[in-house]
């Protein structure tokens, strides 16, 4: 199988479980969100990782997972713009670069298929 560049990483709960406190005010609903993505359930999970976002604005984890899970759901490249940018404000310096290059790709693939 050819890799696509412009294909998210399926494997969005490594790379914030990481990062997210062991509890929180929206620690449940970005939990559940990220049970349904890991299912494969990705159009689900969005409407949790939003409500994660509601329950704390301060999660750059749950901005991130938003636009993955967006990407992954329906392609749904230019909604995810802005969740990656709220969450590149948020985060700390370290973790940005990953939130960058998927933000790269984002533009990348737009602009290809404009």
Known sequence: MRHDPFS???DVDERVRHCLAV????YDSFNRGLSLFNQGRFAESVEHFEDATRRDPSSPEAYFSISVALI???SRWRDAIQPLRTAFRLSP????QE???LLVDVMFALAIRS
Request: no cysteine.
């Open 99 to 101: 939130i960058m290059n």
């Open 93 to 96: 310096r370290q973790s940005r």
């Open 23 to 26: 509890s929180g005010p929206g």
């Open 72 to 74: 992954s759901a329906q």
């Open 8 to 10: 998210p990483r399926r």
